[in-house]
C-alpha cells in the first residue's frame, strides 16, 4: 500500500492549478533551464520537492520514450476497447498524464529511503554528509579528467542530462543514507522482511545515461571489509559498462 502524502499546491483552486499545471509541463519539455530551480513544486511526506529535481525526473523519462522527438506525445484518435473514440487531444492529455505520474512514483520511491531512516532512527552525522560531500566532489573531478573535461564542459554536460550540481550532490548524500539505514538495520539483526515492506529505491543518478550492468549484492551480514570489496567491484563494473555505453554511443 502507497501511504506517501503528496502536496502540489491548493485544492481549493483546482481549475486554476490544472491550467497553471498544464503550462508548467509543455515548460519541462525544453531541456533548457525553466524558472526558479529552487522553486517547490509539490511535498512528499513533508520533503519538499524543487522544480529542478521534478524536472531532471520528468525530461529523463520523457526522453526514454521519445528519444528527443517531442511529436512522439501527439495524440492519435482511436477507438477503445469499450468501443467508444477517443479523441486524439485526449490521447495526447492520457500520454501526459502517465508520463508525470510515472515521474511522481520514481520520486515517491527516492523519498522513501528518507523516511524509512528517519521511522528507524537513522541519520548522517555532520561528519558523514561532509565526507559524502567530499565523494562527490572526487567524483566529479574524477570523471572531468577521464572525459578531458573543462568546467564548462562539465556545466554543459549536467544541462544535457538536465541535472544541476546541487541535484547531483543531494543523489551523492541519500545514496549514502540508504548505505548506512541498511547496515544499521543489519548491524541490530533486523530481517529482510522488514525492509521488504518499503520500497528501497537505489538513487537513480543519471536515469536514462545509466550503463546496464550485473551488480553484485551485498549479502547480509557481510564484514566492512567485505563490503568495501563487492563495492570496489561493482564500480569496476559500471566504469567498463560506462565505457561500452559510451562506444555504443558514439556508433549511433
Known sequence: TDNSEVQTGDSSASDDSAAAETVIAEE?????????????????????????????YFLNIKSSYDYGDNSYWNGESYESDEGEMVSAEQAADDKL??????????????????????????SL??????????????????YKAENSFSDDDWKNYLDSIYCTEDLYQKSV???????????TLYEDD????????????????????????????????????????????????????????KKEKRAI
Open 28 to 56: 519541462y519539455f525544453d531541456s533548457t533551464p525553466v524558472g526558479d530551480s529552487d522553486t517547490v513544486v509539490m511535498s512528499i511526506n513533508g520533503n519538499d520537492i524543487t522544480l529542478a529535481e521534478y524536472r531532471y
Open 97 to 122: 498524464a502517465a508520463l508525470k505520474e510515472q515521474v511522481l512514483t520514481y520520486l515517491k520511491n527516492n523519498y522513501t529511503v528518507e523516511s524509512f531512516a528517519a521511522s528507524n532512527n537513522v
Open 125 to 142: 552525522s555532520d561528519d558523514e554528509v561532509e565526507k559524502a560531500k567530499k565523494q562527490y566532489s572526487d567524483d566529479v573531478e574524477k
Open 173 to 183: 548524500i541519500r545514496q549514502n543514507l540508504e548505505y548506512k539505514t541498511i547496515r
Open 190 to 245: 533486523f530481517k529482510e522482511n522488514v525492509l521488504s515492506n518499503y520500497v528501497m529505491a537505489k538513487h537513480i543518478l543519471f536515469a536514462t545515461n545509466n550503463p546496464q550492468y550485473d551488480e553484485k549484492e551485498i549479502p547480509e551480514g557481510a564484514t566492512d571489509e567485505e563490503i568495501a570489496d563487492i563495492t570496489e567491484q561493482n564500480e569496476k563494473l559500471k566504469e567498463e559498462a560506462t565505457e561500452k555505453l
